[in-house]
């Protein structure tokens, strides 16, 4: 079992920046990526981006240049740096735990971010 908690969402005008946080806790071991998800008022949910155990990170295009993702293994944490918000950027953000192997994953709450025009 995993465990996932965001933190960091709100509420930001259009050119500013939010930290996202994720904390995870349990099974830490069978975990081989982490990503960050959005849903947006009637959309369907979309990758925002991924970094996996290597380091390695992959991004959405609509994100790429204003959105950073890392970690902190000592702290079991991914972040996802915000910058240069838009409007179009407001959605529930949720992280996501991917097992290795591909046998399952796991989901935070979500956390909310809002950005106004």
């Known amino acids: 079992q995993v465990q996932l908690v965001e933190s960091g969402g709100g509420f930001m005008q259009a050119g500013g920046s939010l930290r996202l946080s994720c904390a995870a806790s349990?099974?830490?071991?069978?975990?081989?990526?982490m990503g960050w998800y959005r849903q947006a008022p009637g959309k369907q949910r979309e990758s925002v981006a991924i970094?996996?155990?290597?380091?390695?990170?992959n991004y959405a295009d609509s994100v790429k240049g204003r959105f950073t993702i890392s970690r902190d293994n000592d702290k079991n944490t991914v972040y996802l740096q915000m910058s240069s918000l838009k409007p179009e950027d407001t959605a529930v953000y949720y992280c996501?735990?991917?097992?290795?192997?591909?046998?399952?994953?796991?989901w935070g709450q979500g956390t909310q971010v809002t950005v106004s025009s």
């Open positions: 970094i996996t155990r290597g380091g390695s990170t």
């Open positions: 349990g099974s830490i071991f069978s975990i081989n990526a």
């Open positions: 996501k735990a991917i097992l290795i192997g591909g046998i399952g994953n796991y």
